[in-house]
């Protein structure tokens, strides 16, 4: 899953969306669900609730948000079919938590593109009636490697199959495209575990976490 993730909205790896040098959003180092987030829907960057709420969703008891959409469910729930057909967009993504339990305590892990580009994750947005939007980002089963912390991680897309997931083409044919993404450039390591609360928001929560030697 991406429970938390940050983003820094870079204008030169978004030079492809058509309001880029319009759009403004503070850098953002730990979104957490029903944050206000960017996404990129019809090739323009708007901002977007973390998380789809729907009603009969906020009926149930204890109820939270889907900021993630497993990729199985694509095909195979009704609650995520329609928009996987017809509202996909774009999450950009500059790095994501995951949590691994070690010694009995959840230990944060930061993954990031070890060259600092933007990601890209495959999402899907909701419009509300309200005029707000809702957006989840897809997960997919974590590669070799990534799953020493998480068997999940965001589904990503290369720049071509970026263009597919917004394209035109048929949910099916898109289904059997998408996870091709090798995440060789993905790297991650402890941070500290001030990022557990949401209301710390700075940049020591992305820096490596080193223990202190006794």
Known sequence: MCGRYYVDIKKDDLSFVSNV?????????NIAPQTVAP???????????????????????????????????LIEKKTFTSAFKNSRCLIPISGWYEWKEEEGIKQPYFFHSNNSTTLFA?????????????SSIITREAVSGLQEVHNRSPLLLNQEKRKLWISDASSDDIYTEIL???????????????????????DSLIKKYEEVPF
């Not at 040098?21 to 953002?28: L, M």
């Not at 960057?45 to 008891?61: C, I, M, T």
């Open 122 to 134: 495959a999402g899907l947005y909701w419009n509300r009636s309200s005029g707000d939007v809702e």
């Open 180 to 202: 091709d993404y090798s995440y060789t450039d993905i790297e991650f390591y402890k941070v500290d575990r001030a990022v557990n609360n949401p209301k710390n928001n700075n």
């Open 39 to 73: 996404c990129i829907i019809d090739n323009n960057l708007v901002v977007a609730n973390w998380g789809y709420f729907p009603d009969w969703l906020k009926q149930q008891s204890n109820p939270r948000p889907l900021f993630n959409t497993r990729y199985e469910s």
């Open 21 to 29: 040098n319009e759009f403004e959003y503070d850098q953002n180092f």
